[in-house]
Every structure is written in C-alpha cells, then in structure tokens.
C-alpha cells in the first residue's frame, strides 16, 4: 500500500485527465487483435502504451475476468468464480466488502472518494451489471448489440461528459462462440468493435477533448475453437491498450500486466486511494515520467 500511495503522489503531480473512458470488448483475445487491422485501435496504440501480453484470470470467462479488471484483485480476493455468481450468493466470501456488501470495484471507490462524480456504464452483455455496486454509477443500462451500446454510450457522453464512462462490447464473443475464434465472423467482429473505437474517438476528438481524456481498452478472455474457460495463451492472453494526457505514446509496455491492475491503473488516472484489499497495481511503464 504505502508503494501505491508514493506512486499515486508522483503520478498526481504530473497532467492528469478530465475524463477517462474504459471500452471492454468481451472475447477479443490478443490473438484476435494482431491478425486484425482495425486501424482505430491501431491509431489508440500509436497514441498510447499498449501490450498484446496482458493476461486475465483463471478461470477464463467472463464474470471472474470483469470482476478482476474492475475490483483489482483475483478471484481468491473477491471470491467471484463462476458465471453463476450473485451478490448474495457468493462462489467464494470475499477477504473485503464495500458499498452494496460486495468486494469494491473502481466505480464504488470513486464514489466514495469523490462522491459528485458522475459514472456512466453501458453494458452489451446483461450481466454485467450485477458485479457493480448499486448506486455506485449514476446510470448503468444494458443496451443489446456492441454498436447500439457504444450509440448510446457516445450519446451520453456527449450529453453529460462523465468523469468515468465504462462502455462494454460483445460482438467478438458471440462470433467466437457461434463461428470459432480466428475465423472471418470473428474476424469482422473484431472490425466491428474497430469501428466503435473509432465513434468513441471521433466524439471525443469533436468535442475538443481528445488530449483532456484518457481511453483504455482491454478485454475479459480470448478463445479457442469455439468455447473459453481453459488454460490456453488462446484464452488467457487480452490486449490492454492506454492512450491520453501523461501517458507514453507509441510504446509497447514490456513489463508484465495482468487485468486486475487495470482498476488501479483507474484509479491512479481518477486520483483516488485504491482499496488496501486490492492486489493490482498502476501500469507505471504506461506513465510519462517527469
């Protein structure tokens, strides 16, 4: 903890962003992003720090993996194991609970921390929202469909301009589990999350705050064949990409990253105190030094 908080304070005093937006693509496996051109995440990479080495959690699906990204810990820290998970039916009790009684996520912290805030989510797949505090967000919506959901999203935004936006795609893992990973739907899906990059982009750029606004991308899991939740590289490697005010551009991180030091890479850009029951720490390679 004191690491985090002498590495928050030198962090602080460099510029900082007035918004951060997190796109999470369900499914786009590293894999999928490099056979890929989808030239406006190539552009986020050419802005930002980036690695196609990141990794999730075990095991490989989806409730556990955006648990991890958004509490910043493990599974064996915030006890969610399974896609079965409730908040009050926990696989696993977990070591800590914040608001809603549940292990504390980026958005409940910047809640507490900063509490006039506003924090939007926008949810392709339904059960995200559970893994969330109540309360914590000033509008979470399900919204069916990665291009309806990033409409709405970017709508919103331009709209309100929240603090944290949190915008969840899932084209890309039902063409895995539909078509197999690597193939042409997959493929075209990773095109069509490209293409909702790019609108998040374009609003913010035309809104005059492309170089006021931190964008992070990165995903839950990968694939192989037609399923997910094994032990392969397939499955396990995600990309996690970073781009905006104080952040290297143009550099391949090459120090390891694992998907639940994305919230408190969060909550670094949000200047807020992580959790002391999180695990994950800031991406520092990502930062500008000064």
């Not at 042409?184 to 609108?199: P, S």
């Not at 982009?201 to 006021?212: F, M, P, S």
């Not at 104080?246 to 030091?261: F, W």
Request: proline share 6%; with cysteine; aromatic share 8%.
């Amino acid at each position: 903890m004191l690491y985090l908080l002498l590495l928050l304070a030198a962090v602080w005093a460099q510029e900082q962003p007035d918004h951060v937006i997190v796109i999470g693509a369900d499914g786009l496996g590293a894999e999928g992003l490099r056979k890929a051109k989808a030239p406006n995440l190539r552009e986020l990479m050419a802005r930002g720090a980036w690695t196609l080495h990141a990794r999730g959690v075990f095991p490989t699906i989806s409730s556990p993996n955006w648990a991890s990204m958004i509490m910043g810990a493990t599974p064996a820290q915030h006890g969610i194991a399974s896609n079965e998970w409730q908040p009050d039916k926990p696989d696993i009790s977990p070591v800590c609970t914040g608001m809603a009684s549940i292990f504390p996520t980026i958005f409940g912290t910047l809640r507490q921390q900063r509490p006039s805030s506003r924090i939007a989510i926008f949810h392709d797949w339904e059960d995200f929202a559970r893994l969330v505090e109540s309360k914590a967000a000033d509008v979470v919506r399900h919204v069916k469909g990665s291009a309806a959901a990033a409409d709405a999203a970017i709508a919103y935004w331009r709209e309100r301009k929240p603090l944290l936006l949190f915008l969840h795609l899932d084209d890309v893992d039902h063409a895995g589990h539909d078509h197999g990973w690597l193939g042409f739907e997959y493929m075209a899906a990773v095109g069509l999350i490209d293409a909702q990059v790019g609108k998040v982009n374009a609003a913010v750029r035309q809104a005059g705050l492309l170089e006021r606004t931190a964008i992070l991308l990165s995903a839950d899991h990968g694939g192989a064949g037609t399923r997910h939740g094994g032990t392969t590289l397939g499955e396990l490697e995600i990309p996690w990409i970073l781009a905006g005010p104080g952040i290297v551009k143009g550099k391949e991180i090459l120090t390891p990253v694992n998907t639940y030091d994305t919230a408190a890479t969060l909550a670094m850009l949000l200047k807020v105190r992580p959790p002391a029951c999180w695990i994950g720490r800031p991406v520092e390679e990502a930062f500008e030094r000064r």
